[in-house]
Nanobody, 121 residues
C-alpha cells in the first residue's frame, strides 16, 4: 500500500504562487511515477504534471512554463510549485502514484485526499 497526503493548498490572488506538497509512504516500487492532477467543480480530473523514478517529467499545456514539479526521495515528498496563478487554476489538486508516467488518471493506483486551491481575480 501507498499513502499520500497533500498539503499547501489555499486561497491566492491571480498572479500569485503556491507550493503544494505530497508526503508519500509505503511501497516504493508502487510509486515509480508520481503526478499531480486537478479537478474543478463539474469537470473531470485532469493531469497537471508528473515525474518518474529516473527524473522524467511531463507537464500539461495548461501549466507548462508556470509550474515546476520535483521530488525529494530522501524525504519521500513530491512538490508542485505553481507561479503566475490564474482563476482557471482553481481546483482540488490531487497527488497520485503509479507505475508509469502517463496522463490518464485511471492508470494511477494510489491517490491522496486532495488539497483545494482557489485563485481569485
Amino acid at each position: 500500500q501507498v499513502q499520500l497526503v497533500e498539503s499547501g493548498g489555499g486561497s491566492v490572488q491571480a498572479g500569485g504562487s503556491l507550493r503544494l506538497s505530497c508526503a508519500a509512504s509505503g511501497r516504493t516500487y508502487s510509486r515509480n511515477a508520481m503526478a499531480w492532477f486537478r479537478q474543478a467543480p463539474g469537470k473531470e480530473r485532469d493531469f497537471v504534471a508528473g515525474i518518474n523514478w529516473s527524473g522524467g517529467i511531463r507537464y500539461s499545456d495548461s501549466v507548462k512554463g508556470r509550474s515546476t514539479i520535483s521530488r525529494d526521495d530522501a524525504k519521500n515528498i513530491l512538490y508542485l510549485e505553481m507561479n503566475s496563478l490564474k482563476p482557471e487554476d482553481t481546483a482540488v489538486y490531487y497527488c497520485a502514484a503509479g507505475q508509469w508516467l502517463v496522463v490518464a488518471a485511471t492508470r494511477y493506483d494510489y491517490w491522496g485526499q486532495g488539497t483545494p486551491v482557489t485563485v481569485s481575480s
